[in-house]
Structure formats: structure tokens, C-alpha cells
């Protein structure tokens, strides 16, 4: 392989996770350990690919020296530090000017390597990236580094950031069981988790099952069709078991007819503007066991603490994260381009390798929870998930808290 | 003063927090220094009062013998590891059958100590039976142990349970608003906080100030009337400043005429049978701002993990938490009766004394924030206010985890 000499460049994009930091640490590790033998200087893109056409470029080699310290504290940072953008490219076919004016600013500052950290519409980036680098005779190595918590991309094991978001729903889950399980009141409990197309999420909820805690009554996944009668009855069925019913369902279920089960509709909502409420599938359950069962209800949902909680990131989650940047950089040293990197477990005791795959074989593709994780009644997980989730919440970090607040790396 | 042989009961009552197992630990700490000189055996009441009356006790003497790892465990477990119960006793004068059934029961078990750990509600209990006792010719001593993460109890300086709940939400909040910080568009994000009668759980959304953190560009708070065209001023001057605004709202807030902001009629939103939405104030607040100002906005509830998230409890918190358990114990000891417990802050360095007040002049009343912690402008809260927070949210406690999840005891 020809050696290519120049710099580097590095983005983040999508939706933050509390785990894509610690992906950018982990490039800047792998330029550090290249020493200057490839890759003299790394650049970040602030905002992504909306900051690289401003120009509006990072000296990370200069920012972070050669301190540990400063790495640290990124990777216990939660979103994108350099900040994110959610920019689709055009096709290369169909706006050349756009790729000449990317090329321009590569060879202004001598960019020979692309580093972009993102979900699918970053590695959708990198593709047509590629595309158009091959028809061009700018040489240039372009790498995607998956992240995303819904760990919904093909061609990886699990996605960066997901093990992360599924500990703090593991966690918070938890909490939420023991504070429900107090009173002797008969009530249901509804906790709506992210997770529009797919049920990765939702699923970590329940993990609590083969790791000694407790876990909800049913859980609720778009891969299987939602039917409301059945929903009531399961309700109805904890209830006679006993006092404390805890129902998981994901943002993303939906009817037989393919209708969200959360859409304003489903409610006949409307505020005094005549908006059709967005209620939310929490809310529109609540207002079903209200209505059919008339027991004590509420909903909650989780949030975006689901894809920021950095402060109870999985070890495992974050190193792996790390891990899979540093790989990016050696793989592109030796030659890699337009490709996506990728976890990949072997059998046995838990392991991770880093791998590559094209990035257009990856990019916009959804992967589904396998079949074999949702219980045959379509209102539970398998023991089968339960044991593949359960390594990708081992461990965690130890904090740097100051103040009584954890401390975040900015730029 | 005489001493008093024979055995103690302790309860748990009201809304779980992250720390009021730290305080039943501390009064088993408390009963095992004195080591039977007052205090033959400790027993727990399942469901508090409720509990009680059933005679459904718990022998904790046995159950934690003389094992620090068990207690250490109890104090990392959120919620009322005894349960809890809503029960507001009946009026000493008006139902002495009541009251007669319970001495049966303290006589049955010779207990001759009540400890009563909760809110508003369980001072209130313990008020009740102290003016019964006066009555009565039998002997027992009675101490409330206040908690509540709203910090609304008279006669402390904070309640046990506060400090770990303003960490969540001062963590948290952090989280968010690096969360926010990623776009470069135009959002507005309206986080809804606890807290229906005092801002305290609110107001420490703020703390990042003083802490080297971050902070919401506006709080409001239920003790400053909510006016809907200042908050829209608002929230168009934060726009003119920067793209991210995010903004901390009590559930709390209502406007002049003392109506709730986030009472359903509000919106004048009803579904399809006639209920009235109870959206809660961050709904509301995202509908005036997409009507008024139409930008982008979301809004969301940090829910049931603000009195929850052991996780993250404060260090400082739990110590105290156990500290005022333990001091409970001591006082009853020493001939203390009918007092609740509370904490005193001295001036000069943060330390905290345990001191007790009688029950009678606690129970029933709402403490505010204090004046001078909130802004005048009533829509921030000031220096004064995360001075006196900061304190309280120190210290984060070496949990103990197993397969990726804390360990949680329960009896």
C-alpha cells in the first residue's frame, strides 16, 4: 500500500450519544500513536460537514497535545463535543460543484484522511464521498465510525453509544421498579423508551431479569404489532398477580394497519388551535387503562437522558467507542477507505474485534431486533436478548466530578 | 430523666426518595450503638402505619444482625425498602378506638419507640400520636425523621432526600444542555420539573452556575407568578443571543389569577370522551411557543427519577440522611418525645447539626423558597440560592454493582 502523507480531518454527526465522545478520543489516540508517520495533524470539523464548507476547523493535535487528562475528560462528556449537523449530501452525480468545493478546502489544508463519527445518514456521507473520490484524482482515505443508542445499523454486532443508553434504561428501570413496588395500591406504570423503528431500546429494560434485579411486566417492541385489546388484557393480567404493574413499550409501536400507536389520531386530541395533540404512546396508553380499567395510571418517558446520561456510561460502552476510532485511524493508515468500521463479537467469553465493511453496503438500512429476542406473545423479550445486552452494560467509570457535577470537555 | 426499657419500631411513609433507606439505616445504626441499653429489638413496619395495623413487622434486629455490607446496601437502594402507605390518621378526639388499637399493638410487642420517617404527613402522624400519648397512661416515645425531596418542610434547613435529588436535576440538567448545544438551529427545549407547591427542585437546575457548569437561560418557579407574554419576551430575547435555549419550569407555576399553567383547560384540549388533557406545564409552554414563536421546541419531564435515581445520590445527602437517623435514636434515648428531627446549618464552613422541634409546630406547613434566592425579574434564581445549594449535592458514593446494575436490598 502506498503511503499517503498529510493531515486528518474529524466530525461527529446526528444525534448526540454519551458515548461518540469518547469515539473522538479514541482518533486522536490512534493520530498520536501514528506519530507523524502518516497523518501530521488532526483536524476537527465543528458542526460536521456544515462546519468543514465554513471552514470552521479545530486544531485537535494542538488542543490536546499529548495530555491524557483532556482525553479523559472527553470521553466522560456526553453529545457531539465538536458539535453536529444533520445534513443529507447530494449525489455525486448530481452536484459536482458541491464535491469540487469539498475537495478545495481537503487540498487548502493538505486533508488526506475523513474521519466522520455518526449514525446512518453520516455513513450515507462517506459513501458518496467515496463515489465521488473515485471519479476524482484527489487522494483521499474517507473512514464512517458508527454511533448511534438505537443500534439499528447493519453490518455491526452492537453500535457505539447503544450499550451506554441501554445501562442508564437498565438503571433507571431499576429505580423505577423499586419506587413502584412501595405502595399496595393497585396501579399501572407506563414508561415509553426511545426507539422509533426498532425495539433495541425498549428490549434493555428488561435485562434486569438474568443480572439478580427486577423487570417490567411486559415489554412493548415495534417489531411486533401492537393490538390494543391484547395490551389491556396483559394490564388486566398483572394486576390479578399483583398490585404494582410496570408496562416497557417503545415510541415506535404500532397497529396492524401500520398506524404509530402514539400518533395525535389515535386520541382525537385537539388543542383550542385545532393542533391534533401529539400525545405520545405513554399518554395514549394511559388514557386506555384509564378508560378500560379505571385502576391508578400514569406514563412516563424517558427522554433524552436515554442518549446523554454520560454519567452512567458502560465501560464497556465507552472503550469499545474509543476503540473503534483508534481502529479507524490505523485502518486508514494502512490503506482502508469508504468503509464503515464495525464491532464484531466471537464466540465464547465476550470480545470485540474491529472490522470494516463497504460503506455503501451499511448505510441506510435498519436493523431489527432479531427474532429470536422477541417472545413469541409479541409483549416480551427472550432470555436470549437478555444474555447478548447483558456485556454491553458491564462496568463503570470512574468520574472526574467537581463541584458536584461531573466535568465536560468543550472546545 | 427515666430510662425506658423495651423494643422500637420504625416506619417508612410517603413518596419514595433516593435517600430514606439511608436514614433506616440510620436508625439501626442508632439501635445497634446503644446496644441494648434502651432498645431490646428493632422491628420494621411493612407499608408504614398501614403496615402497622396489620401487625406485618419485620424483625430488622436479626435481619441485619450486626453487618455493615447489608446497610451499606439498604443506603444505595432507592425508595422505602419497608414500602410505604398514604395514610393521614384520624383526629386523636374524634376516634380513640383508632388509637386504642394501636397501643394494643405497641403493648403486644412492648414497643416503647416510634420512629416515623416521611414527609408533611408522617409529622403529622407523629403529632397525632404524641397528643393521644398525653392521654394515655401508656409509655412511648415518638420521633418523625422528615424526608422529602421537595425541601418543603418547616423547621430544617433542608429535608434528608433533597440534596440527592437536586444533584439528579443539577446533573442531569448539565447533560441536557450539552445535549441542546449540538445543533446550530434555531430550539428551544422546556424541561418540566417536580415540585408543585416550592421551587427547590427547580431552582437547582441553576446550580452549574456556580459550579463550573452550564445553566437554563430562564427558571420559573412557583413562587413568582407566571405571566405567558413575559415568557415568550423571554424566550425570543434568549433566541436573539443563541440558537439553544433551554428553559427549567416547576409543575408548579400558575399565573396571577393562581390558576395552574399546566391544568388541562389550558390548552382547551379534550379527547374523545370528554376528558379534559391534563398536559402539564412543558406541554403547554411547547404549544404557546410553536404558536407565538414557531421555532423549533420540545419539551420534556425528568418524571419519577428525580426521587429515584440512587444512582447519583448525594454523598452528602446520604451521610446526613443516616446522621439524622442515628441522632433520632439518641434523642429518643434520652427522653425526647412527640419532636420531629432537623437539620441546622451553622454559619461559617458547611456542617449540620441534628436538632429537633416539637411536632405540633412542623407538621402541615409548606416552606418557600426563601425571597432573596429568587430573582426579582421572576424568572431566575439568584446567586444566594446556588450558594446555599451547592453544599448539598457534594460527594458521590462508591456504589456497589453487580452485572452492570446496582445492587438494591429488600427485605
Request: aromatic share 8%.
Amino acid at each position: 500500500m502506498k503511503q499517503l502523507l498529510g493531515n486528518a480531518v474529524v466530525g461527529q454527526s446526528g444525534g448526540p450519544t454519551a458515548a461518540i465522545n469518547a469515539t473522538l478520543a479514541g482518533v486522536v489516540r490512534g493520530v498520536l500513536e501514528d506519530n507523524g508517520k502518516n497523518i501530521a495533524k488532526l483536524y476537527g470539523m465543528k458542526n460536521g460537514i456544515e462546519g468543514l464548507l465554513r471552514e470552521d476547523l479545530i486544531d485537535l493535535s494542538a488542543f490536546f497535545g499529548t495530555s491524557v487528562e483532556k482525553l479523559r475528560l472527553l470521553e466522560q462528556t456526553p453529545a457531539a463535543a465538536l458539535g453536529s449537523c444533520r445534513m443529507k449530501l447530494p449525489k455525486p452525480q448530481e452536484d459536482r460543484a458541491f464535491y469540487d468545493r469539498l475537495i478545495a478546502i481537503f487540498k487548502k489544508y493538505d486533508i488526506r484522511y475523513f474521519f466522520y463519527i455518526g449514525g446512518n445518514d453520516s455513513m450515507d456521507t462517506v459513501a458518496k464521498l467515496t463515489a465521488y473520490l473515485e471519479t476524482s484524482d484527489y487522494e483521499m482515505r474517507a473512514i464512517g465510525i458508527p454511533k448511534t443508542i438505537d443500534n439499528d445499523l447493519l453490518g455491526t454486532d452492537h453500535t457505539p453509544g447503544y450499550g451506554s443508553a441501554a445501562k442508564y434504561i437498565a438503571v433507571t428501570m431499576q429505580e423505577i421498579l423499586r419506587d413502584c413496588a412501595v405502595y399496595r395500591i393497585p396501579a399501572v406504570t407506563i414508561v415509553e423508551l426511545m426507539g422509533r423503528d426498532a425495539g433495541w431500546l425498549t428490549a434493555a429494560s428488561a435485562v434486569g431479569r438474568v443480572a439478580g434485579g427486577l423487570e417490567p411486566d411486559y415489554v412493548y417492541l415495534p417489531e411486533c404489532v401492537f393490538d390494543l385489546d391484547q395490551f389491556l388484557a396483559d394490564v388486566k393480567a398483572a394486576l390479578a398477580r399483583h398490585p404494582n404493574v410496570v408496562i416497557a413499550v417503545s415510541e415506535g409501536v404500532r397497529f396492524a394497519s401500520g398506524r404509530y400507536v402514539g400518533e395525535g389520531s389515535q386520541s382525537g386530541a385537539t388543542d383550542k388551535f385545532g393542533h391534533a395533540y401529539l400525545a405520545g404512546v405513554g399518554k395514549v396508553l394511559e388514557y386506555a387503562v384509564r378508560d378500560s380499567i379505571g385502576c391508578k395510571v400514569r406514563s412516563l418517558e424517558l427522554s433524552l437522558p436515554q442518549r446523554c446520561a454520560a454519567h452512567l456510561a458502560s465501560d464497556t460502552d465507552l472503550t469499545e467507542s474509543a476503540g473503534v476510532g483508534k481502529a479507524a485511524v490505523s485502518a486508514a493508515c494502512s490503506g482502508v477507505s469508504g468503509e464503515v468500521m464495525a464491532l464484531c463479537r466471537g464466540e465464547g467469553d465476550y470480545a470485540v474485534t474491529y472490522q470494516h465493511h463497504p460503506a455503501s453496503s451499511i448505510a441506510n438500512g435498519v436493523r431489527k431486533l432479531n427474532a429470536e429476542f422477541c417472545a413469541p406473545e409479541g409483549n416480551q423479550v427472550t432470555d436470549a436478548f437478555c444474555q447478548w445486552l447483558l456485556p454491553l452494560i458491564q462496568g463503570e467509570r470512574e468520574l472526574i466530578f467537581q463541584n458536584g457535577l461531573p466535568v465536560h470537555l468543550t472546545f
